[in-house]
Each structure stands twice: as C-alpha cells, then as structure tokens.
Nanobody, 111 residues
C-alpha cells in the first residue's frame, strides 16, 4: 500500500525559501517517478515538478529557475526546494506517485 507523507510547509515572506519533503513507503521507490502538485484555494491542482528514477527532472514554467527537486533513494524521500517565493506560490503542495497521493502540506507566502 502506497503511503506518502509530506512535511516542511509553513508561512514564509515573499522572496524567502522553503524545503518540502515527501517520505514514501509501500513502493519500489528507486523505480518510481515522484511528482509534486499544488492547489491554490479555489483553483485546480496543477503540476509543479517531477523527478524520474534516473534523477532527471521537469518543472512547470511558473517555477523554473526558482524551485529544485531531488530524490534520496536510500531514504525513500523526495525534496522540493523552493526559493524566491512569491504570493502566487501559496497553495497546498502534494506529493504523488502512480495512483498514490499524499495528504498535502500548506505553503503560504505572505508579508
């Protein structure tokens, strides 16, 4: 059974940084593509970034150059490093792999 647990969300000022983590269990992590999505209040959930089993990554245009993604296959975790945060980055960030979703973690960017 897939279990994904996100952590690291919180309140940050514009221009600040946050690091989100997603701990996975119940999957062959080193073979899994790990994906981050976000959903702002009243909006649809959208793709943010993904890291493939080989370590390659993709980003939404809205976060390119500001966000990074990495995986630690020894710890079954994926990390989303967010910098130069903007108010429009405010959302619930969720981790996904295959059919499994995490519960999400709130990120609020506000002064």
């Amino acid at each position: 059974q897939v279990q994904l647990v996100e952590s690291g969300g919180g309140l940050v000022q514009p221009g600040g940084s946050l690091r989100l983590s997603c701990a996975a269990s119940g999957i062959p992590f080193h073979y899994s593509t790990m994906v981050w999505y976000r959903q702002a209040a009243g909006k649809q959930r959208v793709f943010v970034a993904q890291v493939l089993p080989d370590g390659s990554s993709d980003f939404a245009d809205s976060v390119k150059g500001r966000f990074g993604i990495s995986r630690d296959n020894a710890k079954n975790t994926v990390t989303l490093q967010m910098s130069s945060l903007k108010p429009e980055d405010t959302a619930v960030y969720s981790c996904k792999t295959g059919a499994g979703w995490g519960q999400g973690t709130q990120v609020t960017v506000s002064s």
